[in-house]
């Protein structure tokens, strides 16, 4: 006698399975996506606020140079002057809205059709080379030091290049050369100046504007 025996097709079970396969991995492929969109913002928003900042300082930091003089005294002393200019006297303060400016990473470089020097701040630019010296003409905070040599606003410096700094440059009359201050941040300062016809008997010319 043969048993009755009956096969069942049910097939719901197999479709619950993968159903279930499917959306974990439905799941599993929105958190990485999800991760991924955070973090990539995340970074965006950090380089776009850090971008911000820099462009920032770059527009609002700058020099303004309020005259170039010459100094004809002779620096062996005497008083009368020479026939060429021994020194430089440079006048500056900060623009608008700047934010404070450090003359100890200002570079400041001058330039003939020879010869190029670029001359870092030091406290004592008498008799150096390769540096220029710094005083504060108006800074009523007080707060421009010798040793922390820093612009703030209202504040008016007066930058010193010797004849040290300066050889074997010479400046005689009709002579073209070229000075730049170049910050940390914000733009060079460029100035194409042109020495006078005469020199006449003054011990300081103004060479700028």
């Known amino acids: 006698m043969k048993a009755n025996r009956k096969f069942l097709n049910n097939s719901s079970g197999d479709v619950g399975v993968g159903t279930l396969i499917i959306f974990i991995s439905m799941v599993l492929v929105a958190a990485v996506a999800a991760t991924v969109l955070i973090y990539t913002t995340g970074a965006l928003q950090q380089k776009a606020t850090k971008t911000s900042k820099e462009a920032t300082q770059q527009i609002s930091s700058n020099i303004i140079v309020e005259k170039v003089l010459g100094n004809r005294t002779d620096p062996g002393g005497s008083d009368d002057p020479t026939n060429?200019?021994?020194?430089?006297?440079?006048?500056?303060?900060?623009?608008?809205?700047?934010?404070?400016?450090?003359?100890?990473?200002?570079?400041?470089?001058?330039?003939?059709?020879?010869?190029?020097?670029?001359?870092?701040?030091?406290?004592?630019?008498?008799?150096?080379?390769?540096?220029?010296?710094?005083?504060?003409?108006?800074?009523?905070?007080?707060?421009?030091?010798?040793?922390?040599?820093?612009?703030?606003?209202?504040?008016?410096?007066?930058?010193?290049?010797?004849?040290?700094?300066?050889?074997?440059?010479?400046?005689?009359?009709?002579?073209?050369?070229?000075?730049?201050?170049?910050?940390?941040?914000?733009?060079?300062?460029?100035?194409?100046?042109?020495?006078?016809?005469?020199?006449?008997?003054?011990?300081y010319v103004q060479l700028y504007p």
């Open 84 to 203: 060429e200019i021994q020194s430089l006297i440079i006048r500056i303060k900060p623009d608008v809205g700047t934010t404070s400016i450090d003359l100890r990473q200002v570079i400041l470089t001058v330039m003939d059709k020879d010869y190029r020097y670029d001359l870092k701040y030091d406290t004592v630019g008498n008799g150096s080379t390769s540096v220029y010296s710094a005083t504060a003409v108006r800074d009523e905070d007080e707060s421009f030091k010798p040793e922390a040599p820093v612009l703030n606003s209202g504040d008016l410096i007066e930058l010193t290049v010797n004849s040290s700094a300066l050889s074997p440059i010479t400046l005689p009359t009709r002579k073209t050369f070229w000075l730049s201050l170049n910050q940390e941040l914000g733009q060079a300062i460029n100035l194409e100046i042109t020495t006078p016809n005469s020199y006449g008997v003054y011990k």
